[in-house]
């Protein structure tokens, strides 16, 4: 890939101490639980577990904290420190930034808010710490965000992503709470993610140079964002038309409504700009535009899995007919056509299926209940994948059998049992289907019953099917991929 | 309410055999686990826990079936029968039902499908059977249905339907699989059901029907609905503008598009006929349509709960910009209004929030963590209840203080713990904010993560506060609730 380097940032320092600085002082630690200060040095000391990284605490009130000295400045301290975070009032940031500067910090995170984002004193403040950091040599995220993490050097200033699992998504949020909301879906269907960054009010770094730096990131496959205004619309969708022939970059924009542009703009001072030219620009530059945290993680899903559907012709495979009908109108609803089946595909389906079949698509099994190690369900997705008319696969059928015999909760080791089943057949199922290079979404409830673990490293999304909650939800992402496969197509 | 017996039905006859039958003969049981002959005689006999009811199997190539005595027909069975369970193949259903009229059967539910779902041959079959059981004075569910169930009476023909609990909410689905799914979304929010009925090709019993009956069923205090097409459609709606003035009926309706529409008829042979016709007629007689099963059960919790709003003005309260934002977006996308807060609103929470608040709707606590007994959180709800300008409230305020430290996923004694405490905080929080008379919407994941549990009987929903994953899915709540408090009004 070929990426202008229009920042004139040298990838060699401060990127490394942010996202793996050997050393680290947070400044501004806490004693209280649930404080800010708190949280960042119990994050900053988590990021030690097994990595060769020393974490100083700083507060000139306390003497020690969660079993680390704490130093009346960074300046106080022995050895080097590579990267700040900063937790302390506004107000005293600049004074911080400066003894940084002299400490030699290269890289900072501050978590600190009152800036821009209230009032015209806030942004004189603002002004004053990136005029400091620029003269004292520090690059800085923030201020006013909830801080960034690096799931594969372990780093984080952010104690929400502490346990999110190591994986290919990088997430960038203008705001904490989204940010924070989007890590939680994720984490819940299994996606694993490489860093993570809260952005804040982007007084120095941007959410522009994050994209640039993570198009080169090879921990990074997928770019997910959450943005509400961008300062530099321009660069931003130059660098977006380079990338997404490499990477997806799949964004959630907010703010399309006038009270929620007004909202934006007391949140981080972003100017919301004019939502119906950024839809304009992200289709332009083939970026996936989702409208919530479930359909980006949605598709994201896809993505790591599944190939991009060739067109929006999709084939529906049912065992009730109610479902049928319901994932029909969820797909029309979405632009894509429930494309009639080649004859040779009935006569195929009418091979394997008893009589009562729809014969037609949707493809309604009618009530039968395949049972574990019958082939019938895997023939009908082979001879759909084979039909010319297709390009992409729902199935409502459930992804193992069940004899559960009723609706309500099973107990956890139930519950695990079935996962670790269904897991085993839906990645089998995957591997067979892979060299018809179509793309199969399937509906169910098992990603909604089991949570995924963090700790749980026997299973990759990317070698399973993916499952969605609901028809609406796996119709609305094979319209986002058939649209960027053509975007994709068109680009070549 | 007074709703004239436009169907002549006998209430205290075939009705009270449906839903309480004291003997019940499955005729076609089977003894193949995952058959609807297994199915179905086991949910019968999960029905006699406690009741008195005596349950016969009738298969003549078999002796015994899960430890019941096997009849070779319904005239072999020494008792009387008063309900029919069918689940033999179609074209025996009209010789079954022959006899069935001989034994003195007041009812029957068909399961078997193959009558006019099918072809030509099969609707002069399905015509054959409302002879037979007219003349035999045999009302009937179906054909080609999943059954029924009453929580309260413990009768049930739908296996799916075993460990659903009993509570306010009638469900009729012209779907069987639509219906388990809107049983299971209810079931995991800890929505209880009255009773169900899977109304297959509804030959006899129509939609219409039931929903008259339910309309004097005590036990039902909601009516909800998963409608494809109506067959009295007129008389649907004359019952609904009635019934909507007592108690809520909540649809969910189904094959809005070509392609959806022309699934639903050759799913149970129902017209769709146009949805605009639908969507008006639903409009004029107070009938709330909802989009999917989520929305519907969203619905139901927030009519349980909470007041209805007296208009579409709302103010929203959260710990972070982003999701003010987001939220803000969803409300106006909904039509909501985000209103200004009056001026001794402003003054009421300056005297309780930091300087650092948003002083304005949104109202922003930015970062502010309340900790346990804190009463400020309170204190802002019952200030925006007091102002005249708001007529409702969603609050991403996580209902209690966690300090879990990240996302990822808890254990489940950590999760049935924090389960725990937010109920609890809850339901104290509704009892206060109730003398107000106005809904309060909360945002929040826990009831994702933690599932409500079928014997779980110290949780009910209607003493609680609805929690949403989505601040949408609360906007779209209150945009309907409202609609609804204004559709009453003006029928006053």
């Known amino acids: 890939m070929s990426i202008s380097d229009s920042s004139g940032l040298d990838r060699n320092s401060f990127w490394d101490s942010l996202f793996g600085a050997e050393s680290i002082a947070v400044i501004g630690a806490k004693d209280v639980v649930g404080s800010w200060g708190h949280d960042a040095l119990r994050a900053a000391l988590n990021s030690t577990d097994g990595v060769k990284r020393q974490v100083y605490a700083v507060n000139p009130s306390l003497r020690e904290i969660l079993g680390v000295t704490s130093y009346n400045s960074v ?51 603002e002004a004053e710490i990136v005029d400091i950091a620029r003269r004292g040599g520090i690059r800085f995220i923030g201020p006013n965000c909830i801080g960034h993490a690096d799931m594969y050097s372990r780093l984080a200033s952010a104690a929400v992503a502490g346990r999110v699992k190591p994986g290919p998504m990088a997430l960038l949020s203008q705001s904490g709470t989204l940010g924070a909301s989007i890590m939680q ?94 839809t304009a620009a992200f289709r332009q530059t083939g970026v996936i535009r989702t409208e919530d945290e479930e359909e980006l993680c949605d598709t994201v899903l896809a993505l790591l899995s599944q190939p991009l559907p060739r067109g929006d012709r999709v084939a529906i495979l049912t065992m009730g007919g109610g479902f049928g009908v319901v994932t029909s109108e969820d797909c029309e609803k979405e632009g894509l056509k429930i494309a009639p089946l080649e004859p040779q595909t009935l006569e195929k389906l009418n091979g394997v299926l008893p009589p009562r079949w729809s014969h037609g698509n949707p493809i309604d099994l009618v009530g039968i209940r395949p049972s574990a190690g019958d082939t019938t369900v895997v023939s009908c997705f082979r001879f759909l994948m084979e039909d010319g008319n297709i390009d992409g696969v729902i ?29 085993k057949v839906l990645s089998d199922l995957n591997r067979q289907l892979k060299p018809y290079g179509k793309p199969l979404y399937m509906v169910g409830r098992f990603s909604q019953q089991v949570r995924h673990s963090a700790d749980d490293t026997s299973f990759r999304v990317e070698d399973t099917i993916p499952e969605y909650s609901h028809p609406r939800r796996a119709a609305r992402v094979m319209r986002y991929l058939a649209w960027y496969r053509r975007y994709l197509e068109a680009r070549k």
């Open 75 to 125: 300046l106080d301290i022995p050895g080097t420190v590579e990267l700040a975070i900063i937790v302390v009032p506004a107000n005293i940031v600049p004074e911080v930034l400066r003894q940084c500067a002299r400490k030699g910090v290269k890289a900072a995170v501050i978590v600190s808010a009152g800036f821009g984002e209230v009032d015209e004193a806030g942004a004189r403040l």
């Open 185 to 278: 879906t994720a984490a819940s269907v299994g996606i694993g993610l490489s860093k993570f960054v809260s952005t804040g009010n982007e007084a120095d770094l941007h959410l522009e140079d994050y994209l640039e730096y993570l198009a080169q990131d090879e921990n990074t496959r997928i770019i997910a964002a959450y943005i509400e205004g961008l300062r530099e619309g321009r660069r931003f969708f130059n660098l977006a038309k380079e990338i997404t022939l490499q990477k997806p970059v799949v964004v959630m924009k907010a703010g399309s409504t006038g009270g929620s542009g007004r909202a934006a703009r007391s949140h981080t001072g972003a100017l919301a700009g004019s939502d119906a030219i950024y």
């Open 395 to 423: 199935s409502l059928l459930p992804p193992m059998v069940t004899s559960h015999g009723g609706i309500g909760n099973f107990d956890p080791g139930q519950l695990r049992a079935m996962q670790m089943e269904s897991r």
